[in-house]
């Protein structure tokens, strides 16, 4: 699959809002997370599950109606629609899938607000 011409633009800005949210999502599990030995394992497997869930390896069309409302509650989802929607040669336009967009752009903003009021840089110690 090639990326239109025309939809440049709309892949970059998707990877751009994409990898501000994720990372966003990032420092938010750094403050949820306290355990570096439990980070890794932890991360890996509600990863995973949001692959799985969000259509990454397999159709949602497969999925029952309420684990697809589940699934568009979660970024994951968003971003590849958005992506798909810009490498999609059929759609017309600039390639923007604007409502995907917004919805990771939500997770992102609300992750970094909750994140900048709640992380400390020295450790709590627990137990």
Same mark, same amino acid.
């Given at each position: ?13 998707? #990877? !751009?809002?994409? /990898?501000? *949210?994720?990372?966003? %999502?990032?420092?938010? &599990? =750094?403050? #949820? !997370?306290?355990? /570096?030995? *439990?980070?890794?394992? %932890?991360?890996?497997? &509600? =990863? ?80």
């Amino acid at each position: 699959m090639s990326l239109p011409a025309n939809h440049l633009i709309a892949a970059v800005i998707t #990877v !751009i809002i994409g /990898a501000l *949210a994720f990372c966003a %999502l990032g420092c938010l &599990v =750094t403050v #949820v !997370i306290r355990s /570096a030995t *439990a980070a890794m394992p %932890l991360l890996f497997g &509600v =990863t995973l599950a949001l692959f799985f869930l969000s259509g990454n390896f397999f159709p949602t069309d497969t999925l029952s109606g309420a684990w697809r409302a589940v699934a568009s509650v979660f970024p994951v989802r968003h971003f590849l629609t958005a992506m798909l929607t810009a490498y999609n040669p059929h759609v017309t336009g600039a390639g923007f899938a604007p409502r995907d967009l917004a919805i990771l752009a939500l997770w992102g903003l609300a992750s970094a607000i909750v994140a900048a009021r709640t992380f400390r840089w020295t450790p709590v110690r627990t137990g």
